[in-house]
């Protein structure tokens, strides 16, 4: 392996090493790392017959840690965002929102990575198309999952959840993957083609 894939594990283990000493709550813990682990083990397995972008193996290791961030503190709870809270005058900690909006961002470029080099669709405005509905579709999934595990553990699922009393949080959340969908279309799409075509020279 390269200098690069070490430091990119090391910060993955180093994190969730940490995260995993003194959460706020086990079982939540477990539910919110959960989908990094098995990221890692996804790329893990499709590395040598499907390597990524280094962009997108970046992005990858970044939601990992908001994820392992928000399963150690629980999301309604990560001290940096009720700082935040008087700055921006927010009746919540919006740390909930940043992983939301990670949930579209990264899966965005994930989604135009395989669409890209598998060649689905030759238009751009198609593959974008494709894209943010793939990230809505995920999102959504998402959401039918908060609630699988709300209705499995009634009064304990609301660290896991991260509502905060807020009504509106489901659309909310899925609105923030949208956004988070298409800044990653608008910021990385030039950046990612360089990328993908000095994937395909070799």
């Not at 669409?115 to 959504?140: D, H, M, P, Q, Y």
């Amino acid at each position: 392996m390269s200098l690069r894939n070490y430091l990119w594990l090391a910060c993955f283990f180093l994190t969730l090493g940490w995260s995993a000493i003194n959460p706020k709550d086990y079982p939540t813990w477990v539910l919110e790392v959960a989908p990094a682990v098995i990221g890692l083990v996804l790329i893990a397995c499709t590395r040598k017959r499907f390597p990524l972008t280094s962009l997108l193996y970046c992005l990858i290791l970044a939601h990992c840690i908001v994820l392992i961030v928000g399963g150690h503190y629980t999301y309604a709870e990560v001290p940096l965002f009720d700082e935040l809270k008087p700055v921006f005058g927010w009746q919540r900690n919006n740390y909930d929102k940043l992983g939301h909006f990670m949930q579209g961002f990264v899966p965005a470029i994930l989604a135009r990575e395989i669409l890209v080099r598998k060649a689905v669709v030759s238009s751009t405005a198609w593959r974008n198309l494709f894209i943010v509905s793939v990230c809505l579709a995920f999102s959504a999934f998402y959401e039918m999952i908060e609630w699988w595990v709300a209705v499995i553990t009634g009064t304990g699922s609301e660290a896991f959840l991260g509502t905060q009393g807020y009504i509106w949080d489901t659309q909310s959340d899925m609105a923030m993957a949208l956004l988070g969908a298409v800044a990653a279309i608008v910021t990385l799409s030039g950046q990612h083609d360089r990328q993908l075509g000095r994937l395909a020279g070799g």
